[in-house]
Structures are given as C-alpha cells and as structure tokens.
C-alpha cells in the first residue's frame, strides 16, 4: 500500500496507535528488495472473511509469495496473523519454499507470535500485553524470545510448538466473542421479561466469580472474525462447533435487534441521528463495524438516517450533528470521549418529546432522560 507507506514516511498514522513516528529510526519503503537484506522477516498480515464468512487467506498468502521470492538464506519468517492451526506451516511454509526454492527448516526457518493489541488503549499498549512466542524448533523460538523480549516488557510466553501459538490466539478472541454473545442473549430475555438487563448484571455481578462483560454489538477485525477460523478448522477435523457458531449467530443479529426496538418505539419510520460508526470507542477503525448494519437496516424500512462519528473518516453514510434535529430518535451506539464529555441532557435536547434515545452502551443518565419525556431504552 504505497500510498500508507508515504503517511507513515510522513510521520502520519492513520490509526492514531503510534505517537511521533518521525522520532524513531525505522525505513519505509515499498520495493520488496529490501526483504533480503534482512535476517527476521515479520508479516502482519490482514485475515478476513468472506462474504460467505469463511476464512480469506489471500493477503497472508500473497505476503508469503513476495517474501519467498525476496528472503535470503537463513531467514526468520514470523507470521503474526490470527490464522487457524497449521496456517503457517502447512499453507504459508510451502508457499515459502515454493516461491524460494529453499527448504524450509534447513535454509529458512518459520516462527509464529500472533499479534496483540487492543486499539485504542493507551494503558495496556504493545509492550505491556504478554507476547506468545514459537518457531518451529528450539534455536527458532530462542531468537525470537530475545527479539520480542527485547521490547514487550509484560513477558514472553514460549509456546511448545506453533500450532499450540496458533490455537492459543484464535480461542482468545473466540471465548470473548462468546461472553459477550451470553450477556447479549440474556439482554434479550431481560426485554421479554421487562426487566433492566444492567440490574441483572449488577444483581449477579456481586458474586466474586462472576465474570463481567456487557451487551453490545461485535464488530471490529477480531472478535467478530476469529471465530470463524476456529469453525474452518473444525470443519477440516471434521468436527462441528455448536457453541462457537451459536455465539456467533447471536451476536449477529443484535444489530436488527437494535434496529427492530427503535421502529417498533418510534411507530415506523421517522427521523434517527446514528451516533457513532466505528467498531469501538476513540479509534478510527470501521472495520466490520455493526454501526453500518444499523444504519442499513433503519433505511430499509424508511427511516431518514444520518449519522455522526468524530473519528471515523468520511464514507458512504449521510453526516449528520446534534443540531440537524428533533429527531424520532437518537442510537446512541459507541461510546467515543466526545459523546461522553457531551451528557445526556444534549441529546434530550435533540430528540422530539416522546421520540426515543436508544443508549446501547448503558452511558446515559436514564432517569433525566425519562423525566424528560423521551423514551430510553438499552441492552
């Protein structure tokens, strides 16, 4: 991508992750060439889905040619992909020696350390979340133990083989997929039952065992993703994933759920502000985001939609401010800084009395926005 490679020799960052990039001493550059001058060759490589959501391996095997056809004798390739097990070995290893004429384990050796990060966060950043590490024999997995530990001070995790590394990060995002898949159903029940699903959660929470997690709605190019990878891998074994896919169901239909309580709440169609269209809070990243679902769903059935992000970049949606209102309603759907620092009393005074103010992240202030004569509903 040449045109990012100019934004980061530029010392620009599209994702806002890394702060003064000028400062540091790394070259860019698009000519594969320089892939043989070195010794460790790290791909962290985009792992899609299709629009039939099975797994997409193209830029990783893509990335893998380029890099067969580059790498020097004796090369490290990592891959940090989330793939499911025996990607690196089985599919990127002979796509190596294919494009190489190498022999992978005597003139080139692979290595898989997935990536980790959690956009957004400036706490737990980078160097501050274990790293898992494996190469395909001991030598492998020492050198890269010592090139990771050299930055990630919160420790390496030397994983036995890469498989195990593999496996390791795929069900790391599919167990939070499926946490939040749990709380989502049980907010579904809570809107039959009508009862307040944060009550319940507070109610259950007070045990020390609990484990803590919200409703909402998944998207991003992880969580809503992996999964995937694991059900592809199941399916090669043999084998079904009846939990996995059921999560995944859930979660996929909470953003019709969403849309299917406002029309019914508003009477039909009618005006509606979207507030927010990435996948997840102060990050500019739309990637799979459920906003877009939303957004596309209210159209559907007639609604006047615009929407607002102070993050995102411009797309294919209608912009909208506070200030285009009244509005029938307002969804309230990521919980960006802005939105936070802005309180409920704004959107009251954007919404039409008696219109709706759909607060998905249960950040609102209920109580002022019932005495104001608006409708407040949540997960």
């Known amino acids: 991508n040449q045109e990012r490679i100019k934004e980061l020799i530029e010392g620009i960052d599209r994702t806002n992750e890394v702060e003064d990039i000028s400062s540091v001493s790394i070259n860019f550059a698009t000519d594969p060439a320089v892939i043989g001058e070195a010794d460790i060759v790290i791909l962290a490589i985009p792992t899609p889905i299709d629009d039939n959501k099975k797994p997409d391996?193209?830029?990783?095997?893509?990335?893998?040619?380029?890099?067969?056809?580059?790498?020097?004798?004796?090369?490290?390739?990592?891959?940090?992909?989330?793939?499911?097990?025996?990607?690196?070995?089985?599919?990127?290893?002979?796509?190596?020696?294919k494009e190489s004429g190498m022999q992978c384990g005597k003139d080139f050796f692979l290595g898989y350390s997935p990536e980790r990060v959690n956009p957004g966060d400036k706490e737990h950043t980078i160097d501050k979340i274990t790293k898992i590490v494996a190469g395909q024999d001991e030598k492998t997995t020492d050198t890269l133990c010592d090139l990771y530990g050299s930055v990630v001070t919160a420790g390496i995790h030397r994983a036995p083989n890469i498989k195990t590394a593999e496996m390791g990060k795929a069900i790391e995002n599919a167990q939070r997929d499926l946490n939040i898949a749990f709380v989502n159903e049980v907010a579904l029940m809570c809107h039959k039952i009508g009862i307040d699903t944060t009550d319940v959660l507070d109610a259950a929470g007070t045990k020390w065992n609990f484990l803590k997690f919200q409703p909402g709605l998944v998207g991003g190019h992880c969580i809503g993703v992996d999964p995937y990878y694991l059900v592809e891998k199941a399916e090669q074994l043999g084998m079904q994933t009846h939990v996995i896919s059921a999560g995944r169901a859930v979660n996929d239909k909470m953003a019709q759920m969403v849309t299917e309580e406002v029309i019914e709440s508003i009477g039909g169609n009618g005006k509606v502000l979207v507030m927010g269209l990435t996948f997840k809070e102060?990050?500019?990243?739309?990637?799979?985001?459920?906003?877009?679902?939303?957004?596309?769903?209210?159209?559907?059935?007639?609604?006047?939609?615009?929407?607002?992000?102070?993050?995102?970049?411009?797309?294919?949606?209608?912009?909208?401010?506070?200030?285009?209102?009244?509005?029938?309603?307002?969804?309230?759907?990521?919980?960006?800084?802005?939105?936070?620092?802005?309180?409920?009393?704004?959107?009251?005074?954007?919404?039409?009395?008696?219109?709706?103010?759909?607060?998905?992240?249960n950040v609102l202030d209920k109580d002022k926005i019932l005495a104001s004569g608006r409708k407040y509903l949540a997960l």
């Open 57 to 97: 391996l193209t830029a990783v095997q893509k990335a893998s040619e380029t890099v067969g056809k580059n790498m020097k004798k004796g090369s490290i390739v990592v891959y940090e992909s989330t793939v499911y097990p025996g990607t690196t070995e089985e599919i990127c290893g002979s796509i190596l020696e």
């Open 282 to 361: 102060d990050i500019p990243d739309t990637r799979n985001s459920q906003s877009f679902a939303v957004v596309k769903a209210l159209q559907s059935a007639g609604c006047d939609v615009l929407a607002h992000d102070p993050e995102a970049p411009n797309g294919d949606v209608s912009r909208g401010e506070l200030s285009d209102g009244p509005f029938d309603a307002i969804i309230l759907l990521v919980k960006h800084k802005e939105y936070l620092d802005l309180g409920s009393e704004a959107l009251i005074d954007a919404t039409k009395e008696g219109g709706v103010i759909y607060d998905v992240k």
